[in-house]
């Protein structure tokens, strides 16, 4: 678009970023994984927010039962690939921006050290339940000496961790043998209260212990509603621009964020 200009368009980011805080967030290169629910708002805030490089990834079509809380969900896009979508979405809020997609995920070791090729971050949001990929994806973030974030939302709350690259890793927060070959193993099994270190207090009303261990398992999928996944995602987005301009200390794993709406709760923690 020939009218587009980077600096009128996020003119009134000046004042909560500097001219040159601004100017880096044009420079970076922020990586994705997942465009479901939390996924696709964050690379809308992220492109908002004036980064210029953005890679999004996932295998995923649309479904009707993403419409209560999925950016890019419409009745319209039912089928579509997700990535594919989302890429279209924030293209448009900014074609200057340098946004490359695929509809192929993380499956591999592979797949994980090309998508943080060139990567200044990298932010998970897949499934719960896809812990072989997370822990691909945070292998090649740490190789590559760069943060890695896992966040996710249920209910009205979100729960984020900063896994630095120097510091503990996915298998040590998780409880899991370190180092495994990862090729070799069917299913990991990780520890309840890694997932859920604080439980809503309308979840003891709405959810059974047992969907609860069911959700853990990637057996079914995280009650989640719009409120949820925005929270989730405008946290991530804070997050990753801290790390990025470094305005804070960052909190670190084994160190968690979990905020609830509903519950009113604001909590920073390091996991027992």
Same mark, same amino acid.
């Given at each position: 678009?020939?009218?587009?200009?980077?600096?009128?368009?996020?003119?009134?980011?000046?004042?909560? =970023?500097?001219?040159?805080?601004?100017?880096?967030?044009?420079?970076?290169?922020?990586?994705?994984?997942?465009? #479901?629910?939390?996924?696709?708002?964050?690379?809308?805030?992220?492109?908002?927010?004036?980064?210029?490089?953005?890679?999004?990834?996932?295998?995923?079509?649309?479904? +009707?039962?993403?419409?209560?809380?999925? =950016?890019?969900?419409?009745?319209?896009?039912?089928?579509?690939?997700?990535?594919?979508?989302?890429?279209?979405?924030?293209?448009?809020?900014?074609?200057?921006?340098?946004?490359?997609?695929? #509809?192929?995920?993380?499956?591999?070791?592979?797949?994980?050290?090309?998508?943080?090729? #060139?990567?200044?971050?990298?932010?998970?949001?897949?499934?719960?339940?896809?812990?072989?990929?997370?822990?691909?994806?945070?292998?090649?973030?740490?190789?590559?000496?760069?943060?890695?974030?896992?966040?996710?939302?249920?209910?009205?709350?979100?729960?984020?961790?900063?896994? !630095?690259?120097?510091?503990?890793? *996915?298998?040590?927060?998780?409880?899991?043998?370190?180092?495994?070959? *990862?090729?070799?193993?069917?299913?990991?099994?990780?520890?309840?209260?890694?997932? *859920?270190?604080?439980?809503?207090?309308?979840?003891?009303?709405?959810?059974?212990?047992?969907?609860?261990?069911?959700?853990?398992?990637?057996?079914?999928?995280?009650?989640?509603?719009?409120?949820?996944?925005?929270?989730?995602?405008?946290?991530?987005?804070?997050?990753?621009?801290?790390?990025?301009?470094?305005?804070?200390?960052?909190?670190?794993?084994? +160190?968690?964020?979990?905020? !609830?709406?509903? !519950?009113?709760?604001?909590?920073?923690?390091?996991?027992?």
């Amino acid at each position: 678009m020939d009218n587009f200009q980077y600096q009128r368009s996020f003119c009134r980011n000046i004042g909560i =970023f500097t001219e040159a805080e601004q100017e880096k967030l044009k420079q970076t290169t922020i990586a994705v994984a997942g465009m #479901g629910g939390v996924g696709g708002l964050l690379a809308e805030r992220l492109i908002r927010l004036g980064v210029g490089n953005i890679k999004i990834t996932d295998l995923g079509t649309f479904e +009707q039962s993403n419409l209560n809380r999925q =950016f890019g969900s419409s009745m319209l896009n039912l089928e579509r690939n997700k990535a594919e979508v989302v890429h279209k979405e924030i293209k448009d809020i900014n074609p200057e921006a340098k946004i490359s997609y695929n #509809g192929t995920g993380i499956k591999s070791e592979a797949d994980a050290i090309n998508f943080v090729d #060139g990567c200044n971050l990298v932010i998970d949001e897949m499934d719960y339940g896809a812990w072989k990929e997370s822990i691909f994806l945070q292998r090649a973030a740490r190789n590559r000496g760069i943060y890695y974030l896992f966040s996710g939302a249920l209910g009205f709350g979100a729960l984020l961790t900063n896994f !630095d690259p120097h510091g503990i890793t *996915l298998e040590e927060y998780n409880k899991l043998p370190p180092n495994e070959d *990862l090729n070799n193993i069917k299913e990991i099994s990780v520890p309840a209260e890694r997932i *859920l270190p604080v439980v809503p207090s309308y979840a003891n009303t709405a959810m059974s212990m047992n969907m609860l261990q069911e959700i853990i398992a990637g057996q079914i999928p995280v009650p989640t509603c719009s409120i949820g996944v925005g929270l989730a995602s405008i946290l991530s987005a804070s997050e990753a621009i801290n790390i990025i301009l470094r305005r804070k200390e960052i909190v670190k794993a084994p +160190q968690y964020i979990y905020v !609830d709406l509903l !519950d009113q709760r604001f909590v920073i923690k390091a996991v027992s």
